[in-house]
């Protein structure tokens, strides 16, 4: 059973940092591509950064430069390292894998920013 837990959402003000985590199991974590996804209220899940198994990234324009994706297969997690946060990067943050089992998703961790 693949299951991929977030954690470390919460309410930081602008111009501040938070690190994201996501614990994986029932999967071959070194051999997946992993990536962190995020939604805010009213718009469409929309992918923010994505590793692959050999640890190449890749991130979407609006977080280039201010975001870090990072893999441990030693710990089954990815991270995202998130600075200098904008109250847009409010939303709720998802991880995701994809296997030839199917697309798995974690539960996801609320992300605010206050301005």
């Known amino acids: 059973q693949v299951q991929l837990v977030e954690s470390g959402g919460g309410l930081v003000q602008a111009g501040g940092s938070l690190r994201l985590s996501c614990a994986a199991s029932?999967?071959?974590?070194?051999?997946?591509?992993m990536g962190w996804y995020r939604q805010a209220p009213g718009k469409q899940r929309e992918l923010v950064a994505a590793?692959?198994?050999?640890?190449?990234?890749s991130y979407a324009d609006s977080v280039k430069g201010r975001f870090t994706i990072s893999r441990d297969n030693a710990k089954n997690t990815v991270y995202l390292e998130m600075n200098s946060l904008k109250p847009e990067d409010t939303a709720v943050y998802y991880c995701?894998?994809?296997?030839?089992?199917?697309?798995?998703w974690g539960q996801g961790t609320q992300v605010t920013v206050s301005s």
């Open positions: 029932g999967i071959i974590f070194r051999i997946n591509a």
């Open positions: 590793i692959t198994s050999g640890g190449a990234t």
């Open positions: 995701n894998t994809v296997s030839p089992r199917g697309v798995y």
